[in-house]
């Protein structure tokens, strides 16, 4: 009795809002066109913000031991980790073999103990034998989908050598890894994850087509390497292509022993932080003189250092405007690069046009502007030192024209010629040397079947035509309406569906007492009697002393799989480490989790079998 209210009230919410949602199409339809905004309604283009959520992703197969001897999938997760923002990424990793061996779920940086904490739990990750590669992937985006920041900008940075060795005891094929895979893929892909893939290559064996191809198919960079001299390159790429920032080239140093000095130019000030990687397989000490000629302790308040065997990483926070002196001491006849990198909290919109409907031989104007933490930046020195163009793509013929901006009046502004009756994407692209952005592209329709007929000026439609216009809406209205009913019931239909779906398999379910060590003996609970979902507590016989179970939800999944649920103040872990249940954790045949419950000194082991 209590399920169907619950249903009830749940189908009467979603009347509710499916009927708001039809007053609102009709108010529309009826209501007079709303006044243009000063800039177009858009969504953070790619690089807009300044935080990203990364998922690093490991194989810790045993075949590594060969491909990536010494450790630079280790050294390079620790770099990237140390290039992140000071406060407010989020980082997870995912080390696998044929199976998750260790996750670390998405980790908010706030402090340094932060960074170490994942660079410790990279540090004490274990081999395993067997390889799959989909399994890894497919982890990396669930862990995203769970945990990411719509503010933030998503990728997975995988390292492998790309090579698959499955275990035939479990029975599992290449094909069913093929479609894990693609299907992870494809969500990476709709969800706008890329995935930038590091081949190691120490003996021989990468397989760099299908790492390449993972890359290509979400967007991402695929890059090869043997060797750690290569990490600083390859990592300031994949964090410059991710947020669209450049990677500013500082000279090479063979070390003599003595100080050696090159300069670090900041070329304004919107930089929130330049990185500074010193790369060297030798003892390397640094000096900093701040533009002003003072000299700046390392580290300190506003410069942060992070070493490893293979690197030092010097993180300038909010730095000044001007020439920085930076004096690097090496080991005689060692090579010492350096690379840099700045980041920056800036955002380029471009104002909206009058209308989006245009006719053969119109001008459009343009105009841009750039926009730090919302606010608009009106610094005139930072737009002259940039160059800006209008790339205007053709839809019809395919082909994009670039055409320049003045980038004198703190803005960027110029104009585009409609030069044939055809569609057209306009947006514009302004970069220096550090950084680049884009604005989103806005669509001009100069022809085709979508051009609407203009109504000239002045002149009103006579009284048959105004009656003819008033049915027209109607009969809009009414098709309107109609569709709007057909979508509710089709999504009630659904959604009754889900709620009485079925479930296959079974749970072993083992209790742990943690006063006295003893588990219990191995419990079979077959799920193929529950519909639409369950709680954990049902599933161990309502025992009152375990009622923080109830907490526990599952629902039925796609492909064999099983979603768990968890309230608040219900822990879950899978593979050692806390997971976040809250928001839907999905289970796999043979997949592991516990649940220590805080009411009681007990621990719920919990295996899907299928």
Known sequence: MLRNDVRNRRLLSLFARLFSMMLLAFCIAAGPMAAFPAYAAQSAPPGASSQIDAVLVLDVSNSMKTSDKDNI???????????????????????????????????????????????????????????????????????????????????????????????????????????????????????????????????????????????????????ATNTADDLPEILSEIFADHLKLKVVPVQSITASGEYQEVTVTVPNASVLEANISIISSKPVTAKLTDPSGASVAIPSNNVLLSK??????????????????????????????????????????????????YKKGDTV????????????????????????????????????????????????????????????????????????????????????????????????????????????????????????????????????????????GQLVIEVLDGNTGEKTYPQYKKLTGFRGKFNLHQLLQLAPELRESEKLVFTPGNHDRLQLHGGDGIAVEKSGRAVDASRGLELKSGDRISVPLGSVDKTIMLEYLV
Do not use: C
Request: aromatic fraction near 6%; proline fraction near 3%.
């Open 365 to 504: 104007g343009i105009s841009a502007h750039l926009f730090s933490n919302g606010t608009q930046v009106s610094e005139a020195e930072l737009y002259g030192n940039m160059r800006a163009v209008l790339l205007a793509t053709d839809l019809d013929t395919g082909k994009t024209e670039e055409l320049p901006l003045d980038n004198s009046g703190g803005e960027f502004k110029g104009s585009f010629e409609v030069k044939d009756s055809h569609n057209y994407e306009l947006k514009v692209r302004a970069e220096e040397s550090s950084f680049y952005r884009e604005s989103q592209a806005v669509q001009v329709n100069a022809g085709g079947a979508a051009t609407q007929a203009p109504v000239t000026a002045g002149t009103a439609g006579s009284g048959s035509e105004q009656q003819d216009g008033g049915r027209s809406w109607t009969l809009i209205l009414i098709i309107a309406g109609i569709l709007l009913v057909l979508a509710a019931a089709a999504v009630i239909w659904m959604l009754w569906k889900k709620a009485n779906r079925g479930f296959v």
């Open 73 to 223: 999938a280790g050294e390079a997760m620790k770099m990237f980790i140390d290039m992140l923002s000071a406060k407010g990424d989020k980082v997870g990793v995912v080390a696998y073999t044929d199976k998750v061996q260790r996750e670390k779920a998405l980790l908010t940086i706030n402090s340094p103990s932060n960074k170490q904490d994942l660079k410790d739990f990279i540090v004490g990750l274990d081999r395993g034998s067997y390889t799959d590669i989909a399994v890894g992937v497919d982890e990396a985006v669930k862990v995203l989908e769970n945990g990411s920041d719509p503010s933030h900008e998503p990728m997975i940075v995988l390292l492998a050598d790309g090579n698959n060795d499955l275990n035939e005891a479990t029975g599992r094929t290449q094909s069913e890894s093929d479609q894990e895979l693609a299907a992870a893929v494809e969500t990476a892909k709709k969800k706008g994850y890329p995935i930038y893939t590091i081949g190691l290559n120490a003996d021989g064996k990468l397989n760099k087509a299908s790492l390449a191809k993972l890359s290509d198919q979400t967007g991402g960079k695929a890059f």
């Open 308 to 357: 490893s065997s293979t690197y030092s990483l010097l993180k300038l926070l909010s730095p000044k405007e001007g020439d920085w002196k930076l004096q690097v001491k090496g080991v005689p006849k060692d090579k010492i690069d350096i690379n840099l990198i700045f980041n920056y909290d800036l955002e380029l919109k471009m104002e909206a046009l009058p209308s989006k409907t």
